[in-house]
């Protein structure tokens, strides 16, 4: 099967599995990551999804000559690979190990957070080939990272690393080779230990909020977060952890 699909302690992991070809995309990957993603984002024993690639690699995009030969490997709704044009609800890491290029770089861009090994390398090389990164990297990147910065590696279709990805704000999280899957996992333990509803609210409004003007801003988090207000007002608050609100002592 070129997509594993593995649920334990309320994370699921999706690997993309064809280490042959670094985990290109070709049209039953494409398919085989749409449906494993809409099941762990409807399964209600999952919190969070993390994606990552097998063999040392992660993705290094659309398989060229799958292309050639006239396979879809992005739908009208979800985008590349069922990924990149795709709401999801749940949190969505990516925990990249070895190549994250053109395509692979833009499912990345689109998790919510990105655990990086030290030696992987990010790239969107499309104008290498002739081509444009369209399933998002040409409106992301600028919205991650600083935009000259991000004109640059698109003009010049260059790999970057990890800890400069990371020095701009666009990786969370480094750590040794080989370790990316497991620190991905430990950072979605993290989250799973805080309340599933305040984290699918938070999410939404990180998400969609870029847009809302000043005068409308507070309002419309307001309604969105009404509904988690007034369940903790009902006697739902979490007091357990209040000391992590106390001021720091010098």
Request: contains cysteine; proline residues 5%.
């Amino acid at each position: 099967m070129p997509v594993h699909l593995e649920i334990e302690a309320q994370v699921a992991t999706i690997t993309i599995n064809r280490p042959e070809v670094r985990n290109a995309i070709d049209q039953a990957t494409a398919h085989e990551i749409s449906v494993s993603l809409a099941q762990a984002d409807a399964d209600p024993t999952a919190r969070v999804i993390v994606i990552t690639g097998a063999g040392g690699s992660f993705c290094v995009g659309m398989d060229l000559e799958a292309f050639l030969r006239g396979e879809v490997v992005r739908s009208p709704t979800n985008g590349f690979a069922g990924v990149t044009q795709r709401v999801v609800k749940k949190p969505l890491i990516a925990a990249v190990e070895g190549y994250a290029l053109a395509g692979g770089f833009e499912i990345a861009m689109a998790c919510d957070m990105i655990v990086a090994s030290e030696d992987a390398r990010f790239g969107l090389n499309e104008a290498r080939r002739g081509l444009v990164p369209d399933a998002g990297g040409l409106m992301r990147l600028p919205r991650q990272i600083p935009p000259k910065i991000a004109a640059e590696l698109v003009m010049t279709a260059r790999t970057v690393s990890s800890a400069f990805l990371a020095s701009h704000g666009l990786v969370n999280r480094i750590v040794p080779r080989g370790e990316a899957l497991s620190a991905a996992r430990q950072l979605a333990a993290e989250i799973v230990s805080n309340d599933p509803l305040a984290i699918e609210i938070g999410k939404r409004i990180l998400n969609e909020s870029s847009d809302w003007t000043a005068s409308e801003m507070f309002s419309r988090q307001d309604e969105m977060t009404a509904s988690i207000i007034a369940f903790a007002r009902a006697g739902a608050l979490r007091l357990t952890d209040q000391g992590d609100s106390s001021p720091v002592e010098e």
